[in-house]
């Protein structure tokens, strides 16, 4: 027996404003995202010697490749929300447009997903990386401990 898998599909009804304010504050979040992006970039490089001695470097590089896709990523989410604020236009010109007003509110809806998709992605790719750093940084802390003694 085949189960069929329906996808319940809640679309709320958004105004213009809202959208824009939405926008807006994607906007400001991935470029929050991209200056950690560049600490995170710098953390690596401060700590690679120390990512070196502890054996973890399989690890390391793998999450710096993840930090480079999710900045591209993030890039590229922050390009696709800048085009989509700027056709914001079509929601507020007074013309009944249905057919355009029907695909922006699509777009946006698309970018709600793939916003919100990222995040989770990228909180995962950070918590990795602090705590590949925490357990360096650890292991270093017990080692200069052990060296005293």
Not at 59 to 87: G, P, R, W
């Amino acid at each position: 027996m085949k189960t069929i898998q329906t996808q319940v599909k809640y679309v709320e009804w958004l105004s213009a404003e809202e959208m824009h304010d939405a926008s807006k504050e994607w906007l400001s979040e991935l470029r929050f995202i991209k200056d950690e992006h560049l600490f995170f970039e710098d953390l690596i490089t401060t700590y690679t010697s120390l990512i070196i001695e502890s054996g973890k470097f399989s690890d390391t590089t793998e999450i710096a490749d993840a930090i480079n896709k999710s900045d591209k990523q993030n890039n590229l989410l922050i390009e696709a929300v800048k085009v989509h604020e700027n056709k914001l236009q079509i929601m507020v010109d007074g013309i009944d447009q249905l057919k355009e007003e029907k695909a922006y509110t699509k777009e946006h809806s698309d970018l709600i997903i793939a916003i919100s998709d990222f995040l989770k992605e990228y909180k995962s790719l950070k918590t990795q990386l602090f705590d590949i750093i925490k357990n360096i940084k650890k292991e270093d802390k017990f080692r200069h401990m052990i060296d005293k003694k």
